[in-house]
């Protein structure tokens, strides 16, 4: 019996090794040994995480429509799905439909209408922000003047929100009515806001620090000390215009292109 199991050592070349190995290891410090189960057990759980985060970011298929009342959004939600013209009511609760992008993958995502009213947007926006891949952030661009105000708090509140900045969906916002005549452009809209919300940042923040006596739970919008500029968010801001109702009225096409091309990149 012990004569086999000689037999069987010798035959397995890799004996020798085998036990300097062991005897090495046993020569080590045990506080190394740990170090190295620990480094090991590290890179999996990074692993681990990594693959679940690259994931959740794939499940994220929502394309939400946001903004103030009336600035168009119900009606670029049918331009969009069938290129028909509606005449839109009040919404007062969310509706969705598949959207599919214009692009060789053909991909699907979720349109979402979310309704305008100030007394229902906060409620709405809470469920689906989290599955956002992207946010149509809509503008009325022929009355903006007298909104900027209350479109800089919005886009402000949508920003600085916790979990959108830690999923980063791409912001498009779309500078509709463009087939009005005294319609801001694009540029325009991006620098007034862009001043807006620069000093929108710090009324907001000495108010929240006075209130709590603590600045860590809020974010600050873009870089300190500098001018506040979209560039300088983590997510991607893009300023498009469009024209839901399109320059031939009710019976001609959308002018949506800018923003089918954004929503194909996505
Ligand atoms: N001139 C013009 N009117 C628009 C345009 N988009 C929407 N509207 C009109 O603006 C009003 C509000 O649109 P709606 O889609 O209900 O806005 P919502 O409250 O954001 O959903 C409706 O009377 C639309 O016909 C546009 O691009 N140009
Ligand atoms: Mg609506």
Redesign the pocket.
């Known amino acids: 019996m012990g004569e086999k199991a000689d037999v069987q050592m010798a035959q397995n070349p890799f004996e020798p090794y085998v036990e300097s190995l062991r005897q090495q290891l046993e020569e080590q410090d045990p506080v190394f040994l740990i170090g190295v189960v620990v480094a090991l057990a590290v890179v999996i759980i990074t692993f681990v995480f990594l693959k679940y985060f690259l994931t959740s970011k794939t499940v994220r298929s929502a394309v939400l ?1 946001v ?11 049918s331009r969009l799905l069938s290129g028909k ?1 509606k ?5 007062i609760t969310d509706s969705s439909a598949p959207y599919k992008a214009k692009n060789d993958r053909g991909s699907t995502w979720t349109l979402i ?1 979310l ?2 009213h100030d007394s229902l947007r906060p409620q709405y926006l809470e469920k689906f922000k989290s599955a956002a891949r992207a946010i149509v952030f ?1 503008v ?1 661009s ?1 009355i903006f003047q007298k909104e900027v105000r209350d479109v800089a708090e919005f886009l402000y509140n949508l920003l600085t929100d916790p979990v959108i900045s830690r999923n980063t969906p791409a912001v498009l916002v779309a500078c ?5 005549t005294m319609a801001k452009s694009a540029k325009l809209i991006q620098q007034q806001l862009e001043k807006e919300l620069n000093t929108l940042r710090v009324t907001r923040s000495a108010a929240l620090s006075s209130q709590d006596g603590s600045v860590g739970r809020s974010l600050y919008l873009g870089r300190k000390g500098k001018d506040f500029e979209f560039s300088q968010l983590p997510l991607k801001v893009e300023f498009l215009e ?5 320059s031939k009225g009710e019976e001609g096409d ?2 949506v292109e800018k923003l089918e091309r954004s929503l194909a990149k996505l």
């Open positions: 429509l903004g103030l009342c009336d600035s168009g959004k119900t009606l670029l939600f013209f005449r839109t009511q009040t919404s209408d309704p305008g809509v009325d022929a509709n009515k463009q087939d009005v469009c024209s839901a109702r399109g959308a002018d």
